[in-house]
């Protein structure tokens, strides 16, 4: 039997609303929201369901949260910060060796999170969201919520392999580009952008090419002199196997200067180096904000 994934909205009149999977991955991802529900908390019940056939057999698990939409109606803040709590809790502050009492520090606010983002679902509740997981065809379902996001137009075979053709070949752009030198660039951009009116059929290529020239120039200009906003990072990794990492903590801090943000990296890592344990690894750096959001674009 195979296992799905079902989300339902409960509004605050008690209306129950079927969230779709599309609308759902891509309010995570922060490219949809919904301007319905836009600067309110609402309920949502996650359900793992079991399936024969394409037809629903029951409900392994039932999980109540709450979503936070801000003013425009998404969710993916709320979400990354729901994250970073749960793992604050998870990895609370080192303990010293001397301590004879264990902290309940960590446990306590994960507590404190639990009573705040979880809610448990009476079983009225789940009586028209089983009848809806059961019905026959042609009977009526649950009405859904719908995010301002077009949906995917169908994509072909052919329509697919073009895309990574075209990828594969995109992926030098940056690479060629980052190897010039700062000397270098301003010529090239001009000449990119010269390209882009001189030749209207391969227009947009070139306005890329130079768009991306501006990027790294202004890249190099931050690394040699150290000034605008640079990023202290620390992150601490979990090694559960051969070649399975995942992240166990991270913590950010935007400084003026790299100088400033040598400093707070330093400071990262007297703070947080207590968090390490057994199979875990570190690593603390510093760059451009700039740099940081090129890697980093579905945080903004």
Request: proline content about 6%.
């Amino acid at each position: 039997m195979a296992l799905t994934v079902r989300l339902y909205l409960i509004e605050e009149d008690g209306t129950i609303k079927r969230i779709p999977r599309r609308v759902a991955d891509k309010m995570t991802s922060g490219d949809d929201a919904i301007p319905a529900y836009a600067g309110t908390r609402q309920r949502v019940l996650e359900l793992i369901v079991e399936n024969e056939g394409g037809k629903a057999q029951g409900i392994i698990k039932t999980i109540g949260y709450y979503l936070d939409f801000d003013p425009e109606g998404r969710v993916d803040e709320s979400l990354r910060e729901n994250l970073r709590a749960v793992m604050n809790a998870a990895f609370p502050e080192h303990q010293s060796p001397e301590d004879n009492v264990v902290s309940m520090k960590g446990r306590r606010e994960h507590q404190i999170w639990e009573e705040r983002n979880r809610w448990k679902p009476e079983p009225q509740l789940l009586d028209p969201i089983i009848a809806d997981l059961a019905r026959k065809p042609g009977t009526k379902a649950l009405p859904s919520v719908d995010g301002f996001a077009a949906k995917h137009a169908p994509l072909s075979y052919e329509a697919k392999s073009a895309l990574n053709e075209i990828g594969s070949k995109l992926s030098l752009v940056p690479w060629s580009v980052g190897q010039l030198s700062e000397r270098s660039l301003p010529g090239f951009i001009q000449q990119a952008r010269k390209r882009a009116k001189d030749e209207p059929e391969e227009q947009y290529f070139w306005e890329a090419a130079a768009f991306e020239g501006e990027r790294q120039l202004e890249l190099k200009r931050l690394r040699r002199t150290g000034k605008g906003t640079w990023v202290a990072l620390f992150e601490i990794y979990r090694h559960t196997g051969p070649s399975s990492v995942e992240e166990a903590f991270t913590k950010r801090l935007e400084c003026d200067g790299e100088a400033a943000a040598v400093e707070a990296m330093k400071e990262l890592v007297r703070e947080h180096h207590g968090l390490m344990g057994p199979g875990h690894s570190m690593e603390s750096r510093t760059m451009p904000l700039l740099e940081w959001k090129l890697m980093n674009r579905w945080e903004g």
